[in-house]
Protein backbone atom coordinates (compact mmCIF):
# COMPACT_ATOMS: atom_id res chain seq x y z
CA UNK A 1 0.00 0.00 0.00
CA UNK A 2 1.26 3.00 -0.94
CA UNK A 3 1.15 6.43 0.90
CA UNK A 4 -2.24 7.36 2.17
CA UNK A 5 -4.22 9.95 -0.03
CA UNK A 6 -6.26 13.12 1.65
CA UNK A 7 -9.21 12.72 0.93
CA UNK A 8 -12.24 15.37 1.26
CA UNK A 9 -15.84 14.82 1.35
CA UNK A 10 -18.45 17.70 1.13
CA UNK A 11 -21.92 17.04 2.38
CA UNK A 12 -24.51 18.93 4.40
CA UNK A 13 -26.33 16.10 6.52
CA UNK A 14 -24.31 14.78 9.55
CA UNK A 15 -25.68 11.22 9.10
CA UNK A 16 -24.95 11.04 5.83
CA UNK A 17 -20.79 13.00 6.72
CA UNK A 18 -21.30 10.16 9.35
CA UNK A 19 -21.73 7.07 6.44
CA UNK A 20 -19.54 8.22 4.57
CA UNK A 21 -16.57 8.25 7.52
CA UNK A 22 -17.61 4.36 8.52
CA UNK A 23 -17.57 3.67 4.58
CA UNK A 24 -14.58 5.52 3.86
CA UNK A 25 -12.59 4.61 6.72
CA UNK A 26 -11.79 1.04 6.19
CA UNK A 27 -9.72 2.27 2.46
CA UNK A 28 -6.82 3.63 5.15
CA UNK A 29 -6.58 7.05 3.06
CA UNK A 30 -7.05 10.60 5.64
CA UNK A 31 -10.29 11.48 5.61
CA UNK A 32 -11.62 14.73 5.93
CA UNK A 33 -15.32 15.90 6.41
CA UNK A 34 -17.00 19.51 5.74
CA UNK A 35 -21.16 20.42 5.84
CA UNK A 36 -21.12 23.54 3.44
CA UNK A 37 -19.15 24.88 0.12
CA UNK A 38 -17.62 28.17 1.78
CA UNK A 39 -15.61 25.66 4.43
CA UNK A 40 -15.00 23.35 1.44
CA UNK A 41 -13.71 26.10 -0.42
CA UNK A 42 -11.31 27.42 2.85
CA UNK A 43 -9.85 23.81 2.95
CA UNK A 44 -8.91 23.53 -0.46
CA UNK A 45 -7.32 26.09 -0.66
CA UNK A 46 -5.16 25.83 3.12
CA UNK A 47 -3.93 22.31 1.85
CA UNK A 48 -3.97 19.71 -0.99
CA UNK A 49 -6.43 17.24 -1.44
CA UNK A 50 -6.09 14.19 -3.76
CA UNK A 51 -9.32 13.57 -4.24
CA UNK A 52 -12.60 15.38 -3.72
CA UNK A 53 -16.15 13.69 -2.97
CA UNK A 54 -19.27 16.21 -3.61
CA UNK A 55 -22.55 16.27 -2.99
CA UNK A 56 -24.09 18.04 -5.63
CA UNK A 57 -27.42 19.28 -3.44
CA UNK A 58 -25.45 21.88 -0.21
CA UNK A 59 -27.44 25.04 1.10
CA UNK A 60 -24.78 27.39 0.43
CA UNK A 61 -23.75 26.61 -2.73
CA UNK A 62 -24.51 24.08 -5.52
CA UNK A 63 -21.99 21.37 -5.43
CA UNK A 64 -21.49 21.95 -9.60
CA UNK A 65 -20.64 24.90 -8.61
CA UNK A 66 -18.41 24.34 -5.63
CA UNK A 67 -16.25 22.39 -8.56
CA UNK A 68 -16.42 25.08 -11.18
CA UNK A 69 -14.76 27.06 -8.60
CA UNK A 70 -12.20 24.66 -7.78
CA UNK A 71 -11.50 23.50 -10.99
CA UNK A 72 -10.02 26.83 -11.65
CA UNK A 73 -7.47 26.94 -9.18
CA UNK A 74 -4.17 25.40 -10.72
CA UNK A 75 -3.87 23.01 -7.57
CA UNK A 76 -6.86 21.18 -8.60
CA UNK A 77 -7.12 21.06 -12.44
CA UNK A 78 -6.28 17.07 -12.89
CA UNK A 79 -7.74 16.19 -9.03
CA UNK A 80 -10.52 13.62 -9.61
CA UNK A 81 -13.74 13.94 -8.42
CA UNK A 82 -16.68 12.00 -7.64
CA UNK A 83 -20.17 13.40 -6.94
CA UNK A 84 -23.12 11.72 -5.19
CA UNK A 85 -26.32 12.68 -5.37
CA UNK A 86 -30.04 11.10 -5.20
CA UNK A 87 -31.45 12.53 -8.38
CA UNK A 88 -30.95 11.22 -11.59
CA UNK A 89 -30.65 14.70 -13.24
CA UNK A 90 -29.51 14.16 -17.43
CA UNK A 91 -28.57 17.66 -17.20
CA UNK A 92 -27.02 17.45 -14.19
CA UNK A 93 -24.58 14.65 -14.81
CA UNK A 94 -23.76 16.29 -17.97
CA UNK A 95 -22.75 19.32 -16.20
CA UNK A 96 -20.80 17.43 -13.91
CA UNK A 97 -18.90 15.75 -16.45
CA UNK A 98 -18.06 18.87 -18.42
CA UNK A 99 -16.76 20.47 -15.14
CA UNK A 100 -14.17 17.16 -15.23
CA UNK A 101 -16.05 14.44 -13.08
CA UNK A 102 -14.36 10.99 -13.01
CA UNK A 103 -17.67 9.62 -11.56
CA UNK A 104 -21.57 10.90 -11.02
CA UNK A 105 -23.08 8.31 -8.35
CA UNK A 106 -26.68 8.96 -9.12
CA UNK A 107 -27.64 6.44 -5.95
CA UNK A 108 -25.03 6.50 -3.34
CA UNK A 109 -27.58 4.25 -0.91
CA UNK A 110 -25.52 1.39 -2.12
CA UNK A 111 -22.31 1.82 -0.02
CA UNK A 112 -19.94 -0.35 -1.94
CA UNK A 113 -20.39 1.19 -5.07
CA UNK A 114 -19.32 4.76 -3.58
CA UNK A 115 -16.04 2.22 -1.93
CA UNK A 116 -15.53 0.71 -4.97
CA UNK A 117 -15.33 3.41 -7.53
CA UNK A 118 -13.02 5.41 -4.94
CA UNK A 119 -10.64 2.67 -4.58
CA UNK A 120 -10.03 2.39 -7.98
CA UNK A 121 -9.02 6.34 -7.83
CA UNK A 122 -7.14 5.20 -5.00
CA UNK A 123 -4.93 2.60 -6.75
CA UNK A 124 -4.60 4.47 -9.57
CA UNK A 125 -3.33 7.47 -7.58
CA UNK A 126 -0.90 5.62 -5.97
CA UNK A 127 0.32 3.22 -8.29
CA UNK A 128 0.89 6.79 -10.39
CA UNK A 129 3.04 8.18 -7.55
CA UNK A 130 5.03 4.86 -6.97
CA UNK A 131 5.82 5.14 -10.74
CA UNK A 132 6.77 8.66 -10.50
CA UNK A 133 8.96 8.05 -7.50
CA UNK A 134 10.47 5.24 -9.28
CA UNK A 135 11.43 7.07 -12.63
CA UNK A 136 12.82 9.74 -10.01
CA UNK A 137 15.12 7.07 -8.24
CA UNK A 138 16.04 5.78 -11.72
CA UNK A 139 17.16 9.12 -12.61
CA UNK A 140 18.72 9.78 -9.41
CA UNK A 141 20.89 6.60 -9.66
CA UNK A 142 21.69 7.23 -13.50
CA UNK A 143 22.99 10.77 -12.65
CA UNK A 144 25.20 9.27 -9.30
CA UNK A 145 26.96 6.80 -11.57
CA UNK A 146 27.58 9.37 -14.11
CA UNK A 147 29.20 11.71 -11.29
CA UNK A 148 30.84 8.61 -10.03
CA UNK A 149 32.12 7.57 -13.48
CA UNK A 150 33.48 11.24 -14.13
CA UNK A 151 35.19 11.36 -10.43
CA UNK A 152 37.35 8.30 -11.52
CA UNK A 153 38.31 9.95 -14.42
CA UNK A 154 39.24 13.01 -12.89
CA UNK A 155 41.35 10.72 -10.40
CA UNK A 156 42.54 8.53 -13.33
CA UNK A 157 43.58 11.72 -14.96
CA UNK A 158 44.96 14.04 -12.03
CA UNK A 159 47.16 11.04 -10.75
CA UNK A 160 48.66 10.37 -14.28
CA UNK A 161 49.38 14.31 -14.75
CA UNK A 162 50.45 14.56 -11.31
CA UNK A 163 53.39 11.87 -12.19
CA UNK A 164 54.79 13.50 -14.61
CA UNK A 165 57.09 16.24 -12.86
CA UNK A 166 58.33 13.89 -10.28
CA UNK A 167 61.08 12.24 -12.68
CA UNK A 168 62.53 16.40 -13.97
CA UNK A 169 62.53 16.97 -10.28
CA UNK A 170 64.57 13.98 -9.20
CA UNK A 171 66.85 14.69 -12.03
CA UNK A 172 67.32 18.63 -10.86
CA UNK A 173 67.65 17.07 -6.96
CA UNK A 174 70.66 14.80 -8.26
CA UNK A 175 72.31 17.55 -10.53
CA UNK A 176 72.27 19.78 -7.77
CA UNK A 177 73.95 17.18 -5.14
CA UNK A 178 76.27 16.45 -8.05
CA UNK A 179 77.59 19.88 -8.49
CA UNK A 180 77.42 21.24 -5.43
CA UNK A 181 78.52 18.35 -3.16
CA UNK A 182 80.29 20.38 -0.71
CA UNK A 183 77.41 23.30 0.34
CA UNK A 184 75.59 22.36 3.44
CA UNK A 185 72.92 24.76 2.44
CA UNK A 186 72.38 22.88 -0.90
CA UNK A 187 72.45 19.66 0.61
CA UNK A 188 70.04 20.50 3.10
CA UNK A 189 67.89 22.11 0.45
CA UNK A 190 67.98 18.78 -1.76
CA UNK A 191 66.94 16.74 1.04
CA UNK A 192 63.96 18.86 1.47
CA UNK A 193 63.09 18.30 -2.07
CA UNK A 194 63.70 14.52 -2.00
CA UNK A 195 61.39 14.16 0.97
CA UNK A 196 58.84 16.06 -0.49
CA UNK A 197 59.04 13.93 -4.22
CA UNK A 198 58.95 10.92 -2.19
CA UNK A 199 55.87 12.07 -0.05
CA UNK A 200 54.18 13.43 -3.41
CA UNK A 201 55.01 9.48 -5.23
CA UNK A 202 53.07 8.22 -2.11
CA UNK A 203 50.29 10.02 -2.57
CA UNK A 204 50.57 9.98 -6.77
CA UNK A 205 50.65 5.92 -6.04
CA UNK A 206 47.37 5.68 -3.90
CA UNK A 207 45.46 7.81 -6.04
CA UNK A 208 46.53 5.91 -9.11
CA UNK A 209 45.84 2.84 -7.48
CA UNK A 210 42.30 3.68 -6.20
CA UNK A 211 41.29 4.73 -9.76
CA UNK A 212 42.87 1.45 -11.42
CA UNK A 213 40.90 -0.58 -9.13
CA UNK A 214 37.47 1.70 -9.45
CA UNK A 215 38.34 0.96 -12.97
CA UNK A 216 38.49 -2.77 -12.07
CA UNK A 217 42.07 -2.51 -13.71
CA UNK A 218 43.93 -4.26 -11.28
CA UNK A 219 44.78 -7.83 -11.79
CA UNK A 220 46.29 -9.81 -8.62
CA UNK A 221 48.90 -12.43 -9.49
CA UNK A 222 48.42 -14.73 -6.79
CA UNK A 223 50.77 -17.26 -4.92
CA UNK A 224 51.00 -19.37 -2.41
CA UNK A 225 53.28 -16.95 0.31
CA UNK A 226 54.03 -16.98 4.27
CA UNK A 227 52.69 -14.26 5.41
CA UNK A 228 54.69 -13.70 7.97
CA UNK A 229 57.83 -12.39 4.83
CA UNK A 230 55.22 -10.06 3.59
CA UNK A 231 55.24 -8.55 6.89
CA UNK A 232 58.93 -8.46 7.14
CA UNK A 233 59.11 -6.47 4.04
CA UNK A 234 56.36 -4.05 5.11
CA UNK A 235 57.86 -3.14 8.67
CA UNK A 236 61.49 -2.61 6.38
CA UNK A 237 59.58 -0.49 4.00
CA UNK A 238 58.44 1.90 7.18
CA UNK A 239 61.08 0.86 9.93
CA UNK A 240 62.99 4.72 8.70
CA UNK A 241 59.64 6.58 9.34
CA UNK A 242 59.09 4.46 12.82
CA UNK A 243 62.61 4.99 14.05
CA UNK A 244 62.46 8.84 12.71
CA UNK A 245 59.60 9.52 15.34
CA UNK A 246 62.04 7.08 18.16
CA UNK A 247 58.53 4.64 18.39
CA UNK A 248 58.75 1.45 19.84
CA UNK A 249 57.85 -1.67 17.21
CA UNK A 250 57.08 -4.75 19.15
CA UNK A 251 56.76 -8.27 16.54
CA UNK A 252 54.91 -11.14 17.11
CA UNK A 253 53.95 -13.47 14.54
CA UNK A 254 54.37 -16.93 15.71
CA UNK A 255 57.38 -19.49 14.35
CA UNK A 256 54.75 -21.20 12.05
CA UNK A 257 54.02 -20.47 8.46
CA UNK A 258 51.21 -18.72 7.67
CA UNK A 259 50.31 -19.37 4.12
CA UNK A 260 47.91 -17.34 2.31
CA UNK A 261 47.09 -17.30 -1.44
CA UNK A 262 47.93 -13.79 -2.27
CA UNK A 263 49.81 -11.39 -4.12
CA UNK A 264 52.58 -10.17 -2.49
CA UNK A 265 53.07 -6.91 -3.75
CA UNK A 266 49.89 -6.12 -3.03
CA UNK A 267 49.69 -7.16 0.64
CA UNK A 268 53.16 -5.54 1.40
CA UNK A 269 50.89 -2.48 -0.08
CA UNK A 270 48.32 -3.06 2.63
CA UNK A 271 50.71 -3.71 5.88
CA UNK A 272 52.84 -0.87 4.79
CA UNK A 273 49.86 1.09 4.38
CA UNK A 274 48.95 0.02 8.12
CA UNK A 275 51.71 0.34 9.73
CA UNK A 276 52.56 3.76 8.29
CA UNK A 277 49.06 5.20 9.83
CA UNK A 278 49.90 3.68 12.52
CA UNK A 279 53.07 5.53 12.99
CA UNK A 280 51.44 9.00 11.45
CA UNK A 281 48.74 8.95 14.45
CA UNK A 282 50.90 7.97 17.07
CA UNK A 283 52.80 10.34 18.77
CA UNK A 284 56.67 10.12 19.68
CA UNK A 285 58.21 7.57 21.30
CA UNK A 286 54.80 5.75 21.54
CA UNK A 287 53.97 2.14 20.81
CA UNK A 288 53.02 -0.18 18.02
CA UNK A 289 52.20 -3.59 17.70
CA UNK A 290 51.88 -6.11 14.95
CA UNK A 291 51.02 -9.43 16.22
CA UNK A 292 49.77 -12.23 13.63
CA UNK A 293 47.73 -15.61 14.34
CA UNK A 294 45.83 -18.42 12.52
CA UNK A 295 41.85 -18.27 14.46
CA UNK A 296 39.68 -20.87 12.68
CA UNK A 297 41.34 -21.07 9.30
CA UNK A 298 41.83 -17.85 9.17
CA UNK A 299 45.04 -15.53 9.25
CA UNK A 300 44.81 -12.77 11.70
CA UNK A 301 46.98 -9.42 11.26
CA UNK A 302 46.14 -6.95 13.91
CA UNK A 303 48.31 -3.75 13.62
CA UNK A 304 47.81 -1.67 17.29
CA UNK A 305 49.00 1.59 18.13
CA UNK A 306 48.28 4.06 21.29
CA UNK A 307 47.89 7.13 19.10
CA UNK A 308 45.30 9.40 18.74
CA UNK A 309 42.50 7.43 18.68
CA UNK A 310 39.74 7.47 16.32
CA UNK A 311 35.79 9.18 17.50
CA UNK A 312 33.06 6.74 17.76
CA UNK A 313 31.27 8.37 14.96
CA UNK A 314 33.99 8.02 12.54
CA UNK A 315 34.55 4.11 12.72
CA UNK A 316 31.77 3.00 10.70
CA UNK A 317 33.21 5.53 7.88
CA UNK A 318 37.05 5.35 8.12
CA UNK A 319 37.29 2.79 5.38
CA UNK A 320 35.15 5.42 3.18
CA UNK A 321 37.52 7.23 0.24
CA UNK A 322 38.46 10.91 0.93
CA UNK A 323 37.43 10.76 4.32
CA UNK A 324 39.65 11.74 7.48
CA UNK A 325 38.60 12.32 11.21
CA UNK A 326 38.65 15.26 12.37
CA UNK A 327 41.77 14.82 14.94
CA UNK A 328 43.67 13.07 11.89
CA UNK A 329 43.63 17.21 10.24
CA UNK A 330 44.32 18.65 13.19
CA UNK A 331 47.36 16.23 13.94
CA UNK A 332 48.34 17.59 10.35
CA UNK A 333 50.22 14.35 9.11
CA UNK A 334 48.71 14.78 5.60
CA UNK A 335 47.37 12.56 3.02
CA UNK A 336 44.23 12.64 1.51
CA UNK A 337 42.25 10.30 3.10
CA UNK A 338 42.48 7.64 0.74
CA UNK A 339 44.89 5.24 2.67
CA UNK A 340 42.38 2.75 4.20
CA UNK A 341 40.01 2.54 1.65
CA UNK A 342 42.93 1.18 -0.40
CA UNK A 343 43.07 -1.28 2.04
CA UNK A 344 40.05 -2.27 2.44
CA UNK A 345 39.61 -2.64 -1.28
CA UNK A 346 42.60 -4.80 -1.80
CA UNK A 347 42.06 -6.66 1.27
CA UNK A 348 38.60 -7.55 -0.31
CA UNK A 349 40.14 -8.54 -3.34
CA UNK A 350 42.14 -11.33 -2.06
CA UNK A 351 38.58 -12.19 -0.09
CA UNK A 352 39.17 -11.01 2.79
CA UNK A 353 37.99 -8.48 5.59
CA UNK A 354 39.33 -5.46 7.31
CA UNK A 355 38.17 -3.81 10.47
CA UNK A 356 38.60 -0.88 12.76
CA UNK A 357 38.29 -0.92 16.38
CA UNK A 358 39.12 2.13 18.61
CA UNK A 359 38.06 2.82 22.62
CA UNK A 360 37.86 6.52 21.83
CA UNK A 361 39.89 9.73 21.31
CA UNK A 362 43.19 9.00 22.89
CA UNK A 363 42.97 5.66 23.33
CA UNK A 364 44.88 4.53 20.35
CA UNK A 365 43.74 1.99 17.32
CA UNK A 366 43.44 -1.72 15.91
CA UNK A 367 43.25 -2.92 12.49
CA UNK A 368 42.66 -6.32 11.77
CA UNK A 369 42.40 -7.92 8.61
CA UNK A 370 41.62 -11.38 8.51
CA UNK A 371 42.65 -13.37 4.98
CA UNK A 372 41.96 -17.39 4.16
CA UNK A 373 44.18 -19.55 5.76
CA UNK A 374 45.24 -22.02 2.68
CA UNK A 375 47.68 -25.14 2.27
CA UNK A 376 51.38 -25.45 2.60
CA UNK A 377 52.35 -25.52 -1.27
CA UNK A 378 53.49 -28.02 -2.72
CA UNK A 379 56.67 -25.56 -4.29
CA UNK A 380 58.10 -22.86 -2.18
CA UNK A 381 57.59 -19.19 -3.81
CA UNK A 382 59.37 -16.34 -2.27
CA UNK A 383 57.76 -13.10 -1.51
CA UNK A 384 60.99 -11.48 -1.83
CA UNK A 385 61.36 -12.96 -4.99
CA UNK A 386 57.83 -12.24 -6.29
CA UNK A 387 58.72 -8.64 -5.09
CA UNK A 388 61.73 -8.49 -6.99
CA UNK A 389 60.38 -9.78 -10.27
CA UNK A 390 57.50 -6.97 -10.13
CA UNK A 391 59.95 -3.73 -11.59
CA UNK A 392 57.12 -2.90 -13.44
CA UNK A 393 54.20 -2.42 -11.29
CA UNK A 394 53.33 0.10 -8.61
CA UNK A 395 55.68 0.91 -5.56
CA UNK A 396 54.99 -0.44 -2.50
CA UNK A 397 54.18 2.10 0.60
Known amino acids: MGEALEILVVDDLPEKRLAFEALLSPLGQRLTLVDSGTEALRRVLAQKFDILVLDVHIPD ?3 LELARLIREHKRYRDTPILFV ?9 ERAYSLGAVDYIADPSVPGVVRSKLKVF ?9 AAAAERQRIAAAAAEEASRRKDDFIATLSHELRNPLAPLRNVVHLLRKRFAEEPTIETACGVLERQVKRMTVLIDDLSDVARITAGKIRLERTRIDLREVLT ?4 STQPLITQRRQSLSIDVGTEPLWVEADAVRLCQVFANLLTNASKYTPEQGGIWLEARTVARQVVVAVRDNGIGVEPEMLTR ?17 GLGIGLALVKELVQMHDGKVELTSEGVGRGTVVRVRLPLREAPAELVSPAAHLASSFDRPSVH
Do not use: C, K
Not at 85 to 92: H, K, V
Not at 122 to 130: E, G, K, S, T, Y
Not at 233 to 236: I, P, W
Open 233 to 236: MSVE
Open 85 to 93: SALDDPQRI
Open 122 to 130: IDLIQAQRQ
Open 318 to 334: VFDLFVQSERSVVHRQG
Open 61 to 63: MDG
